[in-house]
């Protein structure tokens, strides 16, 4: 079984920043993919960030520039630096991975407040 852990979500002030980690456990798991979405109060979840097994990344374009998905190790985690963040940022980020047969997994998520 796949599980994947989440941390480094808390309070900041407008224009702080942020570093979201994820680590996936599980024998023999691998993925394809790894990414990080998140969901505001009565928004749909939407993506965020996401690094595919060859390094290239996809961003929102709402957080491109400000926002950098790097992969920790090679297929098992990921973290999130989050600069430069807006009152709009203001989710609860969620850990996503797929495996390279389809299968997506996802973390418990991590709340990130942004406010004075």
């Known amino acids: 079984q796949v599980q994947l852990v989440e941390s480094g979500g808390g309070l900041v002030q407008p224009g702080g920043s942020l570093r979201l980690s994820c680590a996936a456990s599980?024998?023999?798991?691998?993925?394809?993919?790894m990414g990080w979405y998140r969901q505001a109060p009565g928004k749909e979840r939407e993506l965020v960030a996401q690094?595919?097994?060859?390094?290239?990344?996809n961003y929102a374009d709402p957080v491109k520039g400000r926002f950098t998905i790097s992969r920790v190790s090679a297929a098992t985690a990921v973290s999130l630096q989050m600069n430069s963040l807006k009152p709009e940022d203001t989710a609860v980020y969620y850990c996503?991975?797929?495996?390279?047969?389809?299968?997506?997994?996802w973390g418990k998520g991590t709340l990130v407040t942004v406010s004075s």
């Open positions: 996503n991975a797929v495996s390279w047969n389809g299968m997506s997994y």
């Open positions: 599980g024998s023999g798991f691998s993925a394809y993919a």
């Open positions: 690094v595919i097994s060859d390094g290239r990344t």
